[in-house]
C-alpha cells in the first residue's frame, strides 16, 4: 500500500470530487421550518398556583395523540385546500415531522420542502389548522401556538461537506481494496 500511496491520494481525490459535484450539483436542496406548539390540558384550572404531576403527564400523553390527529387524511387534506398546494396526502405527510420537545408538552411541527417559503407556509397553516381539528375530535383539551415558522435561511441537506468526506473516504477504501487484490 505505501508503494501505491499516490494511487490511493488520487483516488481519494477523484472520489471525493465527484461526491462534492453530486452533492453541489445534482442533489436538490431542501429546507426545514418548524413551528412549537403546547398542549393545555383543560382540567389544570387557569387561577390554580399548584400543578400536579398527574396533570403534566396528562398533557405530555396527550400531545402523542395530538401528532396522530396531525398526520391523519383530514387534517393534510384541509392544509392542501387552505394552502392551495399541489401535493396529495402521502406526498404532505412525508413531509411533515412531529414530536414532543424534550419530553415536555410542547410539540414542534417540521416540515421540509424544495422551497423555503413554501416550508414556512405549510408549517404555520398545520398550526392554525391543527386547534380547530383538535377541538373538533377531542373534547377538554386545547392546543395554542407557541411559535410560529420562519422562513428558513440554511438549506438543511444535502451536507456538501458530508458527501465530500465519505467520497474521499470511499476513494481510499476502494483503492486499498483493488491495490490488495492486484497484489
Known amino acids: 500500500l505505501?508503494?501505491?500511496?499516490?494511487?490511493?491520494?488520487?483516488a481519494m481525490v477523484v472520489f471525493g470530487a465527484g461526491a462534492f459535484a453530486y452533492a453541489r450539483f445534482l442533489i436538490t436542496p431542501l429546507y426545514k421550518s418548524s413551528a412549537m406548539m403546547y398542549v393545555?390540558?383543560?382540567?389544570i384550572s387557569v387561577g390554580s398556583t399548584q400543578v400536579d404531576l398527574s396533570d403534566l403527564s396528562a398533557a405530555q400523553s396527550l400531545v402523542e395523540t395530538y401528532l396522530v390527529i396531525l398526520k391523519t387524511r383530514g387534517t393534510l387534506e384541509q392544509v392542501i385546500q387552505q394552502e392551495n398546494l399541489p401535493y396529495d396526502y402521502e406526498t404532505l405527510s412525508n413531509m411533515i415531522e412531529a414530536g414532543a420537545v424534550n419530553e415536555t408538552e410542547v410539540f414542534s411541527i417540521e416540515v421540509t420542502s424544495a422551497d423555503p417559503e413554501e416550508a414556512e407556509r405549510i408549517a404555520n397553516c398545520v398550526a392554525e389548522v391543527?386547534?380547530?381539528?383538535?377541538?373538533?375530535?377531542?373534547?377538554?383539551?386545547?392546543?395554542?401556538?407557541?411559535?410560529?415558522?420562519?422562513?428558513?435561511?440554511?438549506?438543511?441537506?444535502?451536507?456538501?461537506?458530508r458527501y465530500t468526506l465519505l467520497g474521499i473516504l470511499l476513494g481510499a477504501v476502494a483503492s486499498c481494496g483493488v491495490i490488495v487484490l492486484l497484489y
Open 2 to 10: 505505501w508503494h501505491r500511496a499516490w494511487a490511493i491520494v488520487l
Open 40 to 43: 393545555n390540558n383543560s382540567s
Open 130 to 161: 391543527l386547534p380547530d381539528r383538535i377541538a373538533e375530535i377531542v373534547e377538554g383539551s386545547s392546543v395554542k401556538i407557541v411559535d410560529y415558522a420562519i422562513v428558513p435561511s440554511e438549506k438543511s441537506s444535502p451536507s456538501i461537506s
